[in-house]
């Protein structure tokens, strides 16, 4: 079945730059998203790529896909002590269809001062 | 900015009660959705919502769940003769593209 797979922590120091990492087993997968979830909150969508894409930059942040290797990667800029959260990948095939999307485990991302 | 409600924010019912959880999602979302994630493991899909029926669901949403939207605004997942494995955060989320979520419900089962 689907898989998606992340580390679970990344420590950087503030102002250097965030890589989180995610992986994926479902070739079909058309739509792939990056999600924040801080601290007793819910599921923030940060930003999503479409499988045709290689690249999507938004402000401070950088999402790579490597279609051939199923490798997803976010980049937070000038990472910052707000950026402290959990960071969910997800895909799924239809993009706002009927079908869910399936979540890795999250990574948590700590910001050392 | 809209954004997707969920009431109660958290639930504790007794084993073999019955909860209704509640979701108000973005007034021009056409797409509704049910997902949970069990405290340290993944969010999982339970079902998606369309034009007043399911479109699809997870083989976590068993007869034990259903699903209702009673009027224009309300999104609700009944789950009946609750079990102390459903236990976990619920999260509502509704799309008319992107899948923007709810806050969450935290259910905690004795």
Redo the contacts between chains.
Sequence with gaps: GEDVEQSLFLSVREGDSSVINCTYTDSSSTYLYWYKQEPGAGLQLLTYIFSNMDMKQDQRLTVLLNKKDKHLSLRIADTQTGDSAIYFCAESYSGGGADGLTFGKGTHLIIQP | EPE?T?TPSHQVTQMGQEVILRCVPISNHL?F?W?RQILG????????F?NNEI??K?EIFDDQFSVERPDGSNFTLKIRSTKLEDSAMY?C?S??????????TRLTVT
């Design positions: 997707v969920q797409y959705y997902y493991q993944k969010v999982e899909f339970l079902v998606s369309y479109s699809e997870s999260f989320a799309a008319q593209g992107e899948q923007y979520f709810g806050p969450g």
